[in-house]
């Protein structure tokens, strides 16, 4: 069946490191992806999307990573801060669909 | 900025009782959404609006649910009969095509 996932629950970051959230999913008919964090406590809030045509785009210490062929995504922070810590969700849209379908998130932990 | 807000950000209600969430979605977009997160785990679709009608709904959005854009800015989640495994914080997006953009939620806590 359909499925979004992230390959790990949590990751711990040092200030001042990159960081790479992965996700994988399973709908080949997927054609559009958004990254979003979420603080405890609030909304997720939309990071960075990108289409399945593409397979980088780049944002403000944000990349987003397509790779198609093994249907993943993955999220790159540049220069972690602590401000950064919170839950990672990557959502996925299938060609005709309205709706999002959100992976598990990834907790991330930034340390001083 | 723009943002989509959602009232009340919380709501205690008794089992069976009616409830709405209420959100004003950004004002320029078309697409319109109610999703719903249960403490702890991923967020879930229950329904999308577009055009004035439901344009998609998941196997959670049943007959107990319904949605409403009463004036063309309010955009209204209403269940009629409450049960507990409805406590959930609820989301409210719109967007103007694909991309969606999230309130801060109503909690909503069934007793």
């Known amino acids: 069946g359909e499925s979004v996932g992230l390959h790990l629950p949590t990751l711990s970051v040092q200030e001042g490191d990159n960081s790479i959230i992965n996700c994988a999913y399973s709908?080949?008919?997927?054609?559009?992806f958004i990254w979003y964090k979420q603080e405890s406590g609030k909304g997720p809030q939309f990071i960075i999307d990108?289409?399945?045509?593409?397979d980088k785009r780049q944002g403000q210490r944000v990349t987003v990573l397509l790779n198609k062929t093994v249907k993943h995504l993955s999220l790159q922070i540049a220069a972690t801060q602590p401000g950064d810590s919170a839950v990672y969700f990557c959502?996925?849209?299938?060609?005709?669909?309205?709706?999002?379908?959100f992976g598990a998130g990834t907790t991330v932990t930034v340390r001083a | 900025e723009p943002e989509v807000t959602q009232t009340p950000s919380h709501q205690v209600t008794q089992m069976g009782q009616e409830v709405i969430l209420r959100c004003v979605p950004i004002?320029?977009?078309?697409?319109f959404y109610w999703y719903r997160q249960i403490l702890g785990q991923k967020v879930e679709f229950l329904v999308s609006?577009?055009?004035?009608?439901?344009?998609?709904k998941s196997e959670i959005f049943d007959d107990q649910f319904s949605v409403e854009r009463p004036d063309g800015s309010n955009f209204t989640l209403k269940i009629r009969s409450t049960k507990l495994e409805d406590s959930a914080m609820y989301f409210c997006?719109?967007?103007?095509?694909?991309?969606?953009?999230f309130g801060q939620g109503t909690r909503l806590t069934v007793v």
């Open positions: 709908n080949s008919a997927s054609d559009y």
């Open positions: 004002s320029n977009h078309l697409y």
């Open positions: 990108i289409r399945s045509n593409m």
């Open positions: 997006a719109s967007g103007m095509n694909t991309e969606a953009f």
């Open positions: 959502a996925e849209k299938g060609f005709g669909d309205y709706k999002l379908s």
């Open positions: 609006f577009y055009n004035n009608e439901i344009s998609e």
